[in-house]
């Protein structure tokens, strides 16, 4: 009831941060924005991570339990190509993932949740993030400053906006649901020379041809094939022209998992693979793995929890299983210290055109989302999913 009264507004709240995009790290008017609306609701609120607004509401029996809600705040380097009257006024920066949403989501469930405080029990703690699009994560910087402490929150909540599901539904799963992401950086040095005498040359082109070859039979012969993993060589810079052999290439690639022992035994193989090869092929090898989020890890009672919660607030046939996805998310960080439940807004309308995905300059999502979004945040505060 309070979502609909609220719904308009939050919109207009959606519209104003979609028009003010900033990028990771640099969520400055968006962190006193979210400040000047908790203060309008008389909710304290804590600043970590620079920009990062950690707010407490109290209901009765603020001890009985603590549940968090997240929401992330950052956007993209992206210039936006929607022609909407709240278009990115920032050139370059576009909220091309949603997070304008989340956030509106949050101040919504916030707004609600302190309008009921004499009808739940507990303490709801608040995460606006900073950071999520970029390593190191603005969830593990806020975990290292304590947001999981004092008070430590027993669950916590996240919510994504989802392009493949339609408006007015939502998706959950229990278990594994998002992939870890590595950043591999490689650069392989050999003497270079005329290309019509190679046998005075270590061949940099063909060594880190053969590298990729060699890479790509990790994942596929050393890992359970029921566990999902993926190695993708993305970037190969090397010579200019076509009668010089460089002596120098550089290589770039992603590698996801959804499991922390084979994530590890992988980059070691990397690393033992690449450098073995580069050598035995007369050349130099400098390998770097950035390690980055790890896999998300939803609690399975938790996740079944609060999808029968979300399957009497909208319809059963409005609620169905998240499909696994090779995609990170630094909601991880939080799902591998404390149970965790990171669930899927539907904002797909075919109707209004609305189908493009994410990271896109025309992304775009159905504002009707913004309601269930608050109301689902601001019911899994109130009861925990209970
Ligand atoms: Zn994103
Ligand atoms: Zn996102």
Redesign the pocket.
């Given at each position: 009831m309070l979502a609909k009264k609220y719904s308009e507004e939050m919109i207009g709240i959606r519209r104003h941060l979609h028009a003010h995009p900033e990028l990771s790290y640099l969520e400055f008017e968006t962190s006193k924005f979210v400040q000047q609306k908790l203060s309008e609701l008389h909710i304290p609120f804590e600043i970590k991570a620079t920009t990062g607004v950690i707010g407490l509401i109290e209901g009765k029996n603020p001890g009985k339990r603590v549940v968090a809600l997240r929401a992330?705040m950052d956007a993209l380097p992206i210039i936006e190509e929607n022609d909407l009257p709240y278009k990115s006024t920032i050139p370059g920066v576009m909220h091309a993932?949603?997070?304008d949403v989340?956030t509106s989501c949050l101040l919504g469930a916030a707004k609600i949740l302190s309008e009921l405080k004499d009808e739940w029990e507990g303490t709801v703690k608040l995460i606006f993030q900073p950071g999520?699009?970029k390593n190191p994560g603005g969830a593990s910087l806020l975990i290292k400053e304590g947001v999981l402490e004092n008070p430590a929150p027993q669950s916590i909540f996240g919510l994504?906006?989802h392009t493949i599901l339609d408006v007015g539904k939502l998706s959950f799963r229990g278990g594994m649901v998002m992939a870890s992401a590595d950043e591999i950086y490689i650069t392989i040095k050999g003497k270079g020379g005329h290309a019509a005498a190679p046998q005075f040359t270590a061949d940099t082109i063909l060594i880190a041809s053969n590298l990729i070859v060699s890479l790509q039979q990790i994942v596929s012969r050393n890992n359970n094939p029921f566990n999902p993993s993926v190695l993708s060589i993305t970037s190969f810079q090397g010579g200019n022209t076509t009668n010089v052999i460089p002596s120098e290439v550089n290589l770039m690639g992603t590698f996801r998992a959804m499991d922390e022992a084979w994530r590890f035994k992988a980059h070691d193989l990397i690393k033992k693979i690449s450098t073995e090869l580069v050598h035995s092929m007369g050349a130099e090898i400098d390998i770097r793995i950035d390690v980055g989020y790890p896999f998300v890890l939803n609690n399975e009672l938790l996740s079944a929890a609060a999808r029968s919660k979300a399957e009497a607030y909208l319809g059963k046939e409005n609620v169905s299983e998240t499909e696994l996805r090779m995609g990170a998310?630094d909601f991880a960080f939080y799902s591998h210290k404390i149970p965790a439940c990171f669930f899927r807004l539907g904002t797909r309308n075919e109707a209004k055109g609305i189908t493009i995905g994410?990271h896109t300059p025309t992304f775009d999502v159905d504002e009707n989302a913004i309601e269930i979004g608050m109301g689902m945040m601001a019911l899994f505060g109130a009861t925990n999913a209970e």
């Amino acid at each position: 009831m309070l979502a609909k009264k609220y719904s308009e507004e939050m919109i207009g709240i959606r519209r104003h941060l979609h028009a003010h995009p900033e990028l990771s790290y640099l969520e400055f008017e968006t962190s006193k924005f979210v400040q000047q609306k908790l203060s309008e609701l008389h909710i304290p609120f804590e600043i970590k991570a620079t920009t990062g607004v950690i707010g407490l509401i109290e209901g009765k029996n603020p001890g009985k339990r603590v549940v968090a809600l997240r929401a992330d705040m950052d956007a993209l380097p992206i210039i936006e190509e929607n022609d909407l009257p709240y278009k990115s006024t920032i050139p370059g920066v576009m909220h091309a993932c949603g997070h304008d949403v989340h956030t509106s989501c949050l101040l919504g469930a916030a707004k609600i949740l302190s309008e009921l405080k004499d009808e739940w029990e507990g303490t709801v703690k608040l995460i606006f993030q900073p950071g999520e699009e970029k390593n190191p994560g603005g969830a593990s910087l806020l975990i290292k400053e304590g947001v999981l402490e004092n008070p430590a929150p027993q669950s916590i909540f996240g919510l994504h906006v989802h392009t493949i599901l339609d408006v007015g539904k939502l998706s959950f799963r229990g278990g594994m649901v998002m992939a870890s992401a590595d950043e591999i950086y490689i650069t392989i040095k050999g003497k270079g020379g005329h290309a019509a005498a190679p046998q005075f040359t270590a061949d940099t082109i063909l060594i880190a041809s053969n590298l990729i070859v060699s890479l790509q039979q990790i994942v596929s012969r050393n890992n359970n094939p029921f566990n999902p993993s993926v190695l993708s060589i993305t970037s190969f810079q090397g010579g200019n022209t076509t009668n010089v052999i460089p002596s120098e290439v550089n290589l770039m690639g992603t590698f996801r998992a959804m499991d922390e022992a084979w994530r590890f035994k992988a980059h070691d193989l990397i690393k033992k693979i690449s450098t073995e090869l580069v050598h035995s092929m007369g050349a130099e090898i400098d390998i770097r793995i950035d390690v980055g989020y790890p896999f998300v890890l939803n609690n399975e009672l938790l996740s079944a929890a609060a999808r029968s919660k979300a399957e009497a607030y909208l319809g059963k046939e409005n609620v169905s299983e998240t499909e696994l996805r090779m995609g990170a998310e630094d909601f991880a960080f939080y799902s591998h210290k404390i149970p965790a439940c990171f669930f899927r807004l539907g904002t797909r309308n075919e109707a209004k055109g609305i189908t493009i995905g994410g990271h896109t300059p025309t992304f775009d999502v159905d504002e009707n989302a913004i309601e269930i979004g608050m109301g689902m945040m601001a019911l899994f505060g109130a009861t925990n999913a209970e």
